[in-house]
């Protein structure tokens, strides 16, 4: 697919990420890109790389190959009726909003067209999100097209449509829960000795070379955790320690939390 203009409504913390990932990775020429948001002020980086920055929805939806709703669930209603008008059938729309479903979607764009919800995490900027997917009547060629983009900036996979909200949880709010234990990390790195910005280095590193580790050799976090845990060493008497504060019972309980939350909207 010959993608000519990608429209992203709602230029945002994750709208604006995505732009930040398609530009870096050279997916798309400036002038392909349009970027809406109402303080258009705050897009003024995009624009400067000649990035189109409105705050006009239908210009930017219009003649778009490729629509990413980067907008509140709440918002989409009326940010649907709103475009609704100058969809095409060849239009693929992107719903990047947690919690409604592509049929939802697909009754307020007032066309049949090819949706799809996806739902990266923030590291989707730098090339290393982790993004899932689902669609509805799209064809294979258009899920193929669509993998292709995402994972151009990190790494994604199509998944049944049923396990957004799950997938939800674990990827995109889950960037945010691996960011808080590194800044615990951090401080306690603090009160054994180090300063603020050497922990933190250190603490990031570690983080990063521990998925590594697992993405690359493929194992299980318990093979990699036996290899430096000793009898009676300092390691597991840590992770002990942790464990009798509840720390994967609090994690899981977490994730849980937020799962709720999207499932019974409260």
């Known amino acids: 697919m010959k993608v000519k203009k990608i429209a992203i409504i709602g230029g945002g913390n994750l709208g604006t990420a995505i732009a930040r990932g398609l530009l870096s990775q050279e997916l798309f020429k400036p002038s392909e890109i349009y970027i809406t948001r109402r303080r258009t002020k705050l897009l003024s980086e995009f624009a400067q790389q000649g990035v189109l920055v409105s705050n006009d929805n239908i210009e930017a939806a219009k003649d778009a190959n490729i629509i990413m709703l980067g907008v509140k669930p709440y ?9 609704a008008p100058v969809l095409s059938a060849d239009t693929i729309m992107v719903s990047l909003a947690t919690g409604v479903s592509s049929e939802q979607i697909q009754k307020a764009c007032q066309h049949s067209l090819s949706i799809f919800r996806a739902m990266p995490n923030t590291a989707v900027e730098i090339g290393e999100s982790m993004t899932c997917i689902s669609s509805l009547n799209a064809s294979q060629e258009q ?114 939390t937020s799962f709720n939350k999207i499932e019974n909207g409260k």
């Open 75 to 83: 918002q989409l209603d009326d940010i649907l009726n709103e475009i």
């Open 143 to 256: 899920e193929e097209d669509i993998l292709k983009l995402f994972t151009s900036m990190g790494q994604a996979i199509i998944i049944p449509e049923e396990l957004m909200a799950a997938s939800t949880v674990l990827a995109a709010c889950g960037i945010a829960y691996a960011m808080r234990f590194i800044r615990a990390a951090t401080q306690g790195g603090i009160e054994i000795g180090f300063g603020s910005k050497l922990a933190l280095q250190i603490a990031a590193q570690t983080v990063k070379g521990a998925a590594d580790l697992l993405i690359q050799k493929e194992t299980h976090p318990e093979d990699e955790i036996d290899k430096v845990t000793t009898p009676r060493g300092v390691t597991i008497s840590g992770l002990n320690e942790m464990e009798h504060q509840g720390f994967s019972s609090s994690l899981i309980k977490g994730l849980l």
